[in-house]
């Protein structure tokens, strides 16, 4: 089974709820942006990854607004399922943008980033964000977004069009 969270922010009780409990050996877990469990680097942190690559079922993350960039750069790029990922312990992956994975038959292709809205100002009768970036890379528009979208696009019609 593939199962979608988002949003964990570092929080481990997050994987101790019901629902990710019935997770089995083999079963994907898909944490679409802001994983958090990558950030200052240091000893603690190392023994929460650890634990969480020690899972039966794989972790996979796609970044969002709250990585450490520098840090996750440090872990080597490699192939796995079609795509490039970053192991960072065990069962516990960075699924790096633009990329196209296939996990159990099913195509995903990953595009992350996200931007972090420190403030929501009122404007007009709406709201806006005053956004604040630490890292250049987390903003989902970067260098080779172009690329990305050209094999966002090759994929779906190739799925599309299939007989």
């Known amino acids: 089974m593939i199962y979608l969270t988002g949003d964990t922010h570092g929080e481990l009780e997050r994987f101790q709820s019901p629902e990710v409990r019935r997770l089995r ?3 994907s877990l898909i944490v679409c942006g802001d994983f958090g469990f990558l950030w200052d680097g240091g000893k603690a942190e190392q023994k929460v990854l ?3 690559g020690s899972k039966k079922y794989n ?3 796609v970044d969002g607004a709250h990585e450490n960039y520098e840090l996750l750069e440090q872990y080597p790029v490699t192939e796995w399922n079609g795509g490039k990922v970053q192991q960072i312990s065990g069962n516990l992956y960075h699924l790096m943008r633009g990329q196209v994975f296939t996990l159990e038959g099913k195509k995903f292709f990953t595009f992350g980033g996200g931007d972090k809205c420190i403030r929501m100002l009122a404007v007009g009768g709406g709201r806006r964000c005053r956004v604040v970036r630490k890292w250049k890379k987390e903003s989902r528009i970067f260098p080779n977004t172009k690329c990305r979208w050209i094999i966002l696009l090759r994929t779906s019609l190739r ?3 299939a007989p």
Do not use: P, T, V
Request: hydrophobic share 40%.
């Open 159 to 161: 799925h599309a069009c």
């Open 59 to 61: 972790i996979l993350f």
């Open 25 to 27: 050996r083999g079963d």
């Open 50 to 52: 650890k634990k969480l």
